[in-house]
């Protein structure tokens, strides 16, 4: 914050005093008043007087595991993300409640008529917009779409927050509108898909696409409150179920072995039950192998995420699976899932954290068989080693002119990597991998 003059910065404190904010310095300061967290640097040279605002930003948000979301007996729809020192209070006044629903086209179908039945039964003012929300149609057009509906229905966007009801895109589009209309909107996520509900829907991302690239437009602003409830998987395909195993299985590898010994042991089962609770353990007060998946991978994934929300720091765990799949999976869309192109992006940095020596062979086998039985693709005829290349080059470029590459050294265990793998040692992994596991591209759906 200097100017080069060797000279200081006076720092001021901001305190409000009958409405008006007042700069204080640290030898006069007032008593009393409003204290800001926010602090002004002024610094003047012979060249002119310059100030550095620093002002931190805090977001609150809260990620709420519920039952029957859509039961009008329950609350937390409507007033869940106020939390409960004021959830009792919310709906005590005598303003109309209004709620503004984006809604994906196929949940509509299925969901739609029991969203319209609980706001009618609770009285409130409502606008369901249903939109096809897949990864083709994930564009500003659409975000307009729901901009537009908005504006037209009218809401206070200090208290009537916007409810996106859907998958990953449905939630990233929506969050997206809601941080552009009026600056910043409030709006609550409720996943409907076991992806979105373990990675989209706890974090701060919205995002488009663009230009060809996935997300290459967003903003990093949280929803005031998630809403979480396992009950949607039981209408999804199983496709879906294997798609979302492939985030959790992501954490497992990354953080928390006892997570994939889980998996390991009970992948099928959980697939097959699409993520309910199990009734197989042997005390109602233990908890079900579904139920402490579903947790321990929103833990670990809030563990990551909390800290660096705005990415300041791209040593990321969570990014494993995510340097080549996304080159991947906008090249053959809408053929993979995109939980389908991050395994497939894993599978292949499991050879090369073998081929590294940071992996046993043992290991390899172990975390490619659990792949398998969560039925996730483990290769794919258009990750060739050229698009690999240019995928490690496109992580450069963006990530200040390093790696930045999440490997396992270890189950449950990884490392952040900056350097270049060697050409020899990804030559050797992708040879290895297409050798050993082409075999099984006819599980690519």
Excluded at 205 to 228: E, Q
Excluded at 231 to 236: E, G, N
Excluded at 281 to 302: F, N, P, V, W, Y
Excluded at 425 to 443: G, N, P, V
């Amino acid at each position: 914050m200097s100017s080069g003059n060797n000279s200081h910065p006076t720092k001021f404190s901001l305190v409000q005093v009958k409405g008006t904010w007042i700069r204080q310095n640290e030898q006069n300061q007032v008593e009393g008043g409003k204290w800001s967290e926010a602090k002004i640097y002024e610094d003047k040279s012979k060249h002119g007087v310059s100030w550095t605002v620093v002002s931190p930003i805090v977001f609150t948000y809260r990620v709420i595991q519920c039952q029957n979301i859509l039961d009008p007996e329950n609350d937390t729809l409507l007033w869940g993300h106020l939390g409960s020192q004021v959830h009792a209070n919310a709906g005590c006044t005598s303003k109309p409640i209004k709620r503004f629903v984006v809604i994906d086209e196929t949940v509509n179908q299925l969901y739609g008529s029991q969203v319209a039945r609980y706001f009618d039964a609770r009285e409130v003012v409502y606008k369901i917009l249903p939109l096809p929300t897949t990864e083709e149609n994930k564009s500003m057009e659409l975000v307009t779409v729901i901009l537009e509906a908005v504006h037209h229905f009218g809401i206070d966007r200090r208290s009537e927050p916007i409810i996106a009801i859907g998958g990953g895109v449905c939630l990233d589009v929506v969050g997206l509108a809601a941080s552009l209309y009026r600056r910043r909107t409030p709006y609550i996520r409720v996943p409907t898909t076991f992806l979105a509900y373990i990675d989209a829907s706890v974090g701060a991302k919205t995002g488009v696409n663009f230009a060809g690239g996935k997300n290459k437009l967003g903003s990093y602003v949280p929803p005031v409150a998630t809403f979480l409830d396992c009950s949607f998987f039981q209408t999804l395909p199983g496709r879906q179920i294997s798609n979302g195993l492939a985030e959790m299985l992501k954490m497992a590898l990354m953080k928390h072995d006892g997570l994939f010994r889980l998996l390991e042991a009970n992948g099928k089962e959980l697939l097959f039950a699409k993520m309910q609770p199990l009734q197989s353990s042997k005390s109602s007060k233990q908890e079900d192998a579904a139920s402490a998946a579903r947790r321990i991978a929103i833990e670990t994934m809030l563990e990551e995420l909390a800290p660096n929300l705005w990415e300041d720091d791209l040593d990321r765990l969570v990014d494993f699976g995510h340097i080549i799949s996304p080159e991947l999976e906008m090249r053959v869309l809408p053929t993979l899932l995109h939980g389908e192109a991050v395994n497939i992006d894993m599978s292949f940095m499991v050879y090369v954290a073998h081929t590294k020596g940071l992996l046993t062979a043992d290991e390899k086998d172990r975390i490619i068989c659990c792949m398998l039985a969560l039925q996730l693709p483990v290769w794919h005829q258009d990750c060739t080693l050229a698009l690999v290349q240019k995928s490690f080059k496109e992580r450069m470029r963006h990530s200040a002119g390093s790696l930045r590459m999440p490997l396992p050294t270890g189950i449950g265990r990884a490392e952040i990597f900056h350097d270049m793998i060697e050409d020899s040692i990804l030559h050797q992994a992708h040879q290895r991998w297409t050798d050993e596991l082409s075999c099984h591209s006819e599980q690519q759906r």
